[in-house]
Structure formats: structure tokens, C-alpha cells
């Protein structure tokens, strides 16, 4: 059972109920319609005895009874003479009436249940049951009382079989109809249960595609639909995207960290064997450990930076998304930077009281302290540094203007980059990812980041994002 296909065991447990309810449906119809002809038959044998009634007249002298010449009958009886019309001969669907003495004679009529039923007492309209040795019958009694009938009985008998014919072609009706539409609906459900279950052959193989194939750009296509099986789909392609988005933000760190450490690490290296060649002096070592010092803190920023960026290309979701007052963040970046006094470079600032927005705070914080850094980082001996916060219709824009050495035109598009740095000659002060962190946090937040800037004449960095939605 457990090596047989999903459809098939639709299709069969599907199959079995089916038949199941059929032959129950089949026995229920079966059970009902006998009770109903057997209500049926005796109703018939009632109104066949009743109408018979009518068809026995009296009469003192049989000039009286002005036979019609259709071939009625006449019986001496109680000084007169009995007229019983013809019609009283017939036969209506195996329903028998016959015409007896009180005392169980037969005056006239058919009994073909005689041995059966002589010796059962007369009981008045009512209908009785007698079981004979191959057959069972309804019997019905009806005492005549009118004028010169009295002492007369009419029975009616039928046999419970005469409803057989009928109740046969039922069952052939019943056999051929209902079989059929078993097959038919089995059929269906097969082919539903085909279709149903085709997507999940597509998602088995472009799973088993992207197994063999190592191919996670690839994706399962389905056609447009709703179902759980086109969710399982989405969610499916969207596990596969945010696996494709942590190797490759894996391959990328790998990359980085191997192509961007190996420069410290070898002037760590080389610093290392040339003092050791030979004894040196305090001063001589001293120098030594401060070049190894400076590249190892370049080297725990970079891989600081780095992990900042794998955590936010591949699981942004730990960093919650919440309403901060972004004036009063500003202005304590801003007054912690303040106390920097590298190049005597000063710091102003204009920021718009109670601008909010939605955001992680810890994020904007790394933004904001990113760029200011670039500004004291590129900005000019005894220069200047504007930070300016304000409100531009639904948007907030933030902007860090310096005066130093500016952005070449070439260099503007590229140093949101990672590890690109447009001033060659002073590559050893920072790592080559500040502003692409820069770049990356905004996108976070839906926002974006552009430059204005002229060489010699400084830059403006401008970051645009969305207000917090008031409640």
C-alpha cells in the first residue's frame, strides 16, 4: 500500500466509499419501494373489494332486475334472486374477489389460496396477512348489509408476490443506472484526482532539477491559481530564493574577506618576519606593533561590516521595524561626533523638531555615524561639516554637506560599491564599505541615497525616506 501513488489511493479509498454508498443507496431504494408496494398492493386490494360492492344487487323477482344483456349472472337466494355483474369475473392486477356465506361457503368468484384460507373467520375491513406453503397473501373482508345481501361476505385475496414484476424492473433499472454512474464518477475522480495532483509532479521534478542541477535560480512555475498546492509552490520558491540569496551573500563574503584581508594580513606578515630578522630597537618594535595594530583594527572593521551586510542580504528579518524619532537620533549622532577633533574639522547642525519615521533605529544610527565619518574621513584641514534634517512633503531628507576633496564625476556611480574607494592616495584610512552599508540601509528602509559633489569643493550626501504614517 505504501508503494502506491497518491492518485491511486485517492482513487481507490475514493472508489470503495463510492461503491459503499451506492449498494447502501441501492438497499435503502430496495427497502422503502417494498414497503411502499406492499402498501400499494393492499391500498389496490381495498379499492378492489370496495368497487365490487357495488356490482351485487337484490332483487324479489328476476323480471326486476332488468338484465342489460351484458352477461350478468343471477343466484337464487333468501326467496329472491342475486344479480352479480359481470365486471365481478374480472381480474384486477392478481387481485381476486369472491362472494361467500356467512358460514365460509363459496357462493361465487375465485379463492387461489382456498386451502389457505377457508378456515380463517370473516373481520370486517380490515386487511390481514395469511402465509401459505409456497406463498404469502393479503387478505380483505367486507360484509354486505344492504337489503337482501344480509349473511353475505366478500373477500378479497392477492398474492404479496404480485408486486415482484414491478419491484423487478426496479432492481434492473436500479443495476443498470446506478453501476454506470459508479464508473462514470470513478472515472472523474481519477482524472481530478490527475489534475489535481499534475502540480505536484511539477513542483517533485524542478525540485529534483534544482537538487541535481545545483541551479537555485531556478524556480517552480505553475499555472495561476489559488489552492494550498500553489502556495506550497510559493512558499517553496521563496525558500528556495532566500537559500539562493544566503550562498550567494555567502560566496560574496568568502570573496570579499579573501581578496580584501589578504592585504593587512601579508603587511601583518612581512611586518612581522622583518622585525624578527634581527634584534631591533624599542622604538623599532614599537613601530612595528603600531603598523600591526592599525592593520588589525582595519581588518576587525572590515569583517565587522561585512557580517553587517550578510546579516541584512540574507536575514532582514531580525532587525524590527519600529517608529523612531529620527530628529532627536540625529542629534545625538551628531553631538557624539562633536567631540571628534581630526583635522579640526567643526560641526554644525539643523534639525526640524519631531520628524519620525519607521525604521530600525540601530540601522539609521550605523547610516547616519556612516556618513559623517566620510565627511571627517574626506573633508579638509579646519573644514566644515552641515547636517541638515528636514521635511519634503510625505518624505524626510537628511543631508551631510562637507568641503573637501569632492567626487570626481567617473567616481560618483561607483562608490556605493563595495570596497571602492575614489581617493587612491588615502585607501589605508577606511575599509571600502561604509557608504555601500550606506547604500544597502536605506534600501532596507525603502529609501534611497545620491550624491552632489565637485573635486575641490566638497560633497553633499542626501539620504530620502518615507514618514512614519500618523495613527
Known amino acids: 500500500m505504501k508503494r502506491l501513488s497518491i492518485r491511486f489511493k485517492i482513487t481507490l479509498w475514493f472508489s470503495i466509499m463510492l461503491i459503499a454508498i451506492t449498494a447502501v443507496i441501492i438497499g435503502v431504494i430496495l427497502y422503502i419501494n417494498s414497503e411502499v408496494l406492499k402498501k400499494d398492493i393492499q391500498g389496490e386490494l381495498i379499492t378492489v373489494v370496495e368497487d365490487n360492492i357495488d356490482e351485487i344487487e337484490y332483487y324479489n323477482l328476476v323480471q326486476d332486475a332488468s338484465p342489460d344483456g351484458d352477461g350478468d349472472y343471477y343466484i337464487e337466494y333468501n326467496g329472491g334472486f342475486l344479480e352479480i355483474d359481470d365486471d365481478f369475473l374480472d381480474t384486477v392486477n392478481g387481485n381476486y374477489t369472491a362472494l361467500y356465506f356467512y358460514d365460509g361457503t363459496l357462493v361465487y368468484g375465485e379463492n387461489p389460496a382456498w386451502s389457505e384460507t377457508s378456515d380463517i373467520y370473516f373481520e370486517d375491513s380490515k386487511v390481514r396477512t395469511v402465509k401459505g406453503s409456497s406463498d404469502t397473501y393479503y387478505i380483505y373482508d367486507r360484509k354486505l348489509d344492504r337489503e337482501g345481501l344480509e349473511g353475505l361476505w366478500l373477500r378479497g385475496i392477492v398474492s404479496s408476490q404480485s408486486g415482484v414484476s414491478r419491484l423487478n424492473s426496479i432492481i434492473k433499472m436500479l443495476l443498470l443506472v446506478l453501476p ?84 593587512p594580513v601579508s603587511v601583518i606578515s612581512a611586518q612581522c618576519e622583518y622585525t624578527l630578522e634581527k634584534p631591533r630597537t624599542v622604538d623599532e618594535y614599537t613601530q612595528a606593533l603600531t603598523v600591526v595594530r592599525r592593520q588589525a583594527d582595519k581588518m576587525n572593521k572590515m569583517i565587522s561590516q561585512m557580517l553587517e551586510f550578510t546579516r541584512l542580504e540574507t536575514n532582514s528579518d531580525r532587525y524590527e521595524k519600529n517608529k ?148
Open 180 to 263: 454506470a454512474f459508479v464508473i462514470v464518477a470513478i472515472a472523474g475522480g481519477y482524472i481530478i484526482a490527475v489534475r489535481i495532483l499534475k502540480p505536484i509532479n511539477y513542483i517533485s521534478e524542478a525540485a529534483s532539477e534544482i537538487c541535481e542541477g545545483n541551479d537555485l535560480k531556478k524556480r517552480i512555475e505553475l499555472e495561476n491559481g489559488k489552492d494550498e498546492l500553489h502556495r506550497l509552490a510559493d512558499a517553496i520558491n521563496s525558500m528556495i530564493g532566500r537559500l539562493y540569496k544566503s550562498f550567494e551573500a555567502e560566496k560574496r563574503f568568502s570573496s570579499d574577506a579573501s581578496h580584501e584581508l589578504r592585504t
Open 324 to 471: 523612531v524619532d529620527f530628529s532627536e537620533l540625529i542629534k545625538l549622532t551628531c553631538l557624539d561626533f562633536q567631540y571628534i577633533k581630526e583635522k579640526n574639522i567643526s560641526l554644525e547642525s539643523s534639525v526640524e523638531e519631531g520628524i519620525s519615521v519607521c525604521g530600525n533605529y540601530e540601522l539609521l544610527t550605523r547610516l547616519v555615524s556612516n556618513l559623517l565619518s566620510n565627511a571627517y574621513r574626506y573633508g579638509k584641514e579646519n573644514g566644515h561639516i552641515k547636517v541638515t534634517l528636514t521635511s519634503v512633503g510625505d518624505e524626510v531628507r537628511l543631508s551631510v554637506a562637507d568641503d573637501g576633496i569632492g567626487i570626481a564625476n567617473e567616481d560618483k556611480e561607483k562608490i556605493f560599491d563595495r570596497f571602492y574607494q575614489a581617493d587612491k592616495s588615502r585607501s589605508g584610512s577606511g575599509t571600502g564599505l561604509g557608504l555601500s552599508l550606506v547604500k544597502e540601509i536605506a534600501e532596507f528602509h525603502a529609501g534611497r541615497v545620491t550624491v552632489e559633489s565637485e573635486p575641490g569643493k566638497g560633497s553633499i550626501f542626501s539620504y530620502y525616506m518615507k514618514k512614519c504614517e500618523k495613527r
